[in-house]
């Protein structure tokens, strides 16, 4: 499948946008770990905006960005995350184990997967299809492909939005997400002028590692940031090759022509 590159979001330690990080994703300029901020969305309402978590924040955030130049009232939608909103499972596991069980209905609320889905198509008025998935450590993979698929079917353009906070402490021991990071993709079709992806399903290649030891670091610390590899390719504005992890033991092989 090919599919072009029409926008590009992004949000992680040290990494605020992709507009700002290219440099540093580029090898032009070192790469420094600072603490995230994710920023409130302006896209919703003040009352929908308060009852907002962090999760769907992260996310809105790097489709905000990937889709800051198109009109996204009628653009399909993929949101993937390996974990969902780990907070919300974290408080509503501790609450089972009072005496009296008590869930914040807010809380509950926003403790399905697809609450950032559903957010963002409140904040957009969009109702096209918006689908909620997820693959474990190969849900980038799993959602780029879903995207692509989606776009083949039906053309325009399609977002990806991979997105995962970092994991509670009492999470941390089987799930050690250990960073906030968050990508967008808005994916339209192979044209001349924008980056285009050629994507195939491999039997399982080592997933490719990004260039500078610092963001390959990094890479390692949440399955989101696994995109790191391919924004090194996109930053520098070179054709290239990226390996991901896919599910059931494949791999996604990712062709990058500029």
């Known amino acids: 499948m090919k599919v072009g590159i029409a926008g590009v979001g992004l949000l992680g330690p040290g990494l605020a946008d992709f507009a700002s990080a290219r440099p540093v994703l580029a090898g032009q300029e070192p790469y420094e770990r600072a603490p995230v901020t994710i920023p409130p969305t302006t896209l919703l309402p003040a009352n929908e905006r308060?009852?907002?978590?962090d999760t769907i924040r992260l996310a809105l955030k790097a489709a905000e960005e990937a889709t800051?130049?198109?009109d996204r009232s009628q653009l399909r939608s993929v949101f993937a995350s390996s974990s969902g909103d780990m907070d919300i499972i974290d408080r509503i596991c501790e609450a089972l184990t009072q005496a009296e069980p008590m869930v914040s209905p807010v809380q509950f609320h926003n403790s399905v997967h697809n609450a950032p889905a559903g957010n963002w198509s409140i904040a957009t008025g969009?109702?096209?299809p918006a689908t909620a998935i997820s693959?474990?450590?190969a849900t980038l993979a799993a959602g780029l492909l879903e995207a692509a698929t989606l776009l083949q079917a039906d053309g325009g353009e399609v977002l990806l939005a991979a997105y995962d906070v970092a994991s509670m402490a009492t999470f941390r021991r089987v799930r050690p997400i250990t960073e906030p990071?968050?990508?967008?993709l808005r994916l339209g079709p192979a044209v001349a002028g924008r980056p285009t992806l050629e994507l195939a399903l491999g039997e399982g290649g080592d997933p490719t590692p990004c260039r500078q030891d610092s963001l390959e670091a990094l890479r390692g610390t949440n399955p989101a940031a696994r995109a790191l590899p391919l924004l090194e390719v996109l930053a520098r504005g070179e054709g290239g090759h990226v390996t991901l992890a896919a599910p059931l033991g494949r791999s996604l092989e990712i062709r990058v022509t500029p």
């Open 126 to 128: 969009n109702p096209a």
């Open 50 to 53: 308060r009852r907002t978590t």
């Open 135 to 137: 693959g474990f450590d």
């Open 68 to 70: 800051a130049d198109c």
């Open 181 to 184: 990071f968050a990508v967008g």
